[in-house]
């Protein structure tokens, strides 16, 4: 299944492990939103997810996406650092040897 990087943020923040706990969540978040587009891309999002077959690899991607925004979100940080010309690392230590 292909999920754009919009899909994968609102999987991040809103994901399980559990894919009907997800899935459940999913469409009670898309109630809560007052703008159609974006009720509309998370109920899209839900119907992905509930679709046959999606139970056999789900856990698996859930996992190996979370990894992966993680990841792009440790980037993004440090190229905003870049881009604002401090290098400061906050929590990281820096071994000199």
């Given at each position: ?69 993680e990841a792009y979100y440790r980037h993004k940080a440090i190229l905003n650092r870049i881009v ?14």
């Open positions: 299944m292909k999920m754009s990087i919009g899909e994968k943020k609102i999987l991040f923040v809103f994901g399980c492990p559990n894919r009907e706990a997800t899935v459940e969540r999913l469409y009670q978040v898309a109630h809560l939103i007052p703008d159609p587009a974006g009720k509309k891309v998370v109920e899209t999002l839900a119907d992905k997810l509930d679709s046959e077959g999606v139970e056999k690899w789900y856990r698996c991607f859930f996992y190996n996406m979370k990894l992966e925004m604002g010309g401090s290098m400061e690392v906050d929590n990281d230590e820096i071994d000199e040897d």
